[in-house]
């Protein structure tokens, strides 16, 4: 028979853009050669459509694939599943994987697959008659093969659908449910960039209230809604930690009735000069001073307070917030063009740098974090005056500290 045949049992169909990502997903990946289309088209189906719009078409030279699609069929797993393509992919992956490996070690089994007419080198289809070459499966041990490793398979599936989730709120995403395979793999290719940068909400609160805690004011707003209960002191605690932008001057608002209470945003300058290329040790990990750029920014993108994006090194450049997973290091490093921008804007910045440079401008609306081996490289007099303002703090070897100004 025609391999490429459309032979699936289950319906509906798949919409044929949907269809064709899946299956392009699984040819671009090695050791998938020998799992069918039609068996990977159907375990995606079995698994996306709401069981009570799943209907049949079975041949009885099928029957063989519906019972181990009945072993696959993990219910609970399901309920997370259906209606949600990026979730329902994710399962496929993982039931797609336990099915390579049983084929993989069953040459009888691959053949069976790849000819379920029974005829091994033609284009006849289930409903003719086919004379197999090679010998039967033995469908009851494959079947139990299968049964015993699905429930590994679903919680590995439940397990990655979770990551992804923290993934995507670390990355300041959303709507990965209803995302196809080729955006899925664009979320894991932005997982493993900044997979070693530990930087949840809690965390990057402290790190960065401690930082720009001097900034009077900012741009744009969030609405806090109290009109059905006021905020305990511990829900505002945590506000406070998490939105490190929350100003500590409205902490009263949040607790009125029918207050509004307004979160700052923040531009930020991201140092993309070749040395931003090294790494420094963080919790026995090799970080990329990059990498931790990069996963700040997703982070107060998350948090709704970033503002504009800005990459430089000779020169100043808007990239936009999409755009980050896309800098590369290169050039030398030129605080003072940022410090210039800031100052004519007036908007409150960030310039996040591994700090080897001097500039002489200074405005109250900059606030530079240094990624640092040792300490501080930054020199001039307008340095001097952002240590004494506070508005400067080192990142060194795990802990932020406090330069020391700089002497000619």
Not at 118 to 128: I, S, W
Not at 140 to 169: G, S, T
Not at 224 to 251: C, G, K
């Amino acid at each position: 028979m025609n391999l490429k045949a459309n032979i699936d049992i289950i319906r509906p169909e798949l919409d044929e853009f949907m269809a064709e990502d899946i299956i392009s997903y699984f040819r671009q990946k090695k050791g998938y050669d020998n799992v069918p289309d039609y068996m990977i088209r159907d375990i995606f189906k079995m698994y996306y459509t709401p069981q009570e719009q799943i209907s049949y078409e079975c041949h009885e030279l099928m029957y063989w694939w519906h019972g181990m699609l009945q072993n696959v069929n993990n219910y609970l797993l399901k309920t997370v599943t259906q209606d949600k393509p990026g979730y329902s992919f994710i399962a496929a992956k993982h039931i797609v994987k336990l099915l390579r490996d049983e084929i993989e070690k069953d040459e009888d089994l691959k053949n069976h697959c790849q000819n379920p007419n029974g005829g091994e080198g033609n284009d006849k289809g289930p409903d003719q008659d086919g004379q197999g070459n090679g010998g039967q499966p033995n469908m009851d041990q494959v079947n139990q093969n299968i049964q015993d490793q699905m429930d590994q398979a679903a919680k590995n599936a439940a397990d990655e659908i979770d990551k992804k989730k923290e993934a995507e709120d670390t990355m300041g995403g959303s709507g990965m449910a209803g995302k196809g395979p080729s955006e899925i793999e664009l979320i894991e290719e932005r997982m493993e960039m900044i997979k070693d940068v530990v930087l949840n909400p809690r965390e990057v609160g402290k790190l960065i209230k401690r930082s720009i805690k001097g900034f009077k004011k900012g741009f744009g707003s969030k609405t806090i809604n109290t009109e059905e209960s006021l905020f305990e002191a511990d829900v505002i605690e945590d506000l406070m930690d998490q939105h490190y932008l929350f100003s500590e001057l409205l902490a009263m608002d949040v607790s009125v009735r029918d207050q509004h209470s307004q979160m700052v945003a923040f531009d930020l300058f991201i140092d993309v000069s070749s040395s931003m290329n090294s790494s420094l040790n963080v919790y026995g990990k090799s970080i990329g001073r990059l990498q931790m750029a990069i996963a700040l920014a997703c982070r107060m993108g998350n948090m709704k307070c970033l503002g504009e994006v800005y990459a430089f090194n000779n020169s100043v450049r808007n990239v936009g917030e999409d755009a980050i997973w896309n800098l590369h290091p290169s050039g030398g490093t030129d605080i003072e063009k940022c410090m210039q921008m800031i100052k004519k804007s007036g908007r409150p910045s960030v310039i996040l740098t591994d700090g080897d440079d001097s500039f002489s401008t200074y405005t109250d609306n900059a606030f530079i974090m240094t990624i640092a081996v040792s300490g501080n490289n930054l020199r001039g007099d307008a340095v001097e005056i952002m240590v004494i303002n506070k508005n400067y703090i080192l990142y060194v070897v795990k802990k932020l500290v406090t330069p020391k100004i700089k002497r000619r």
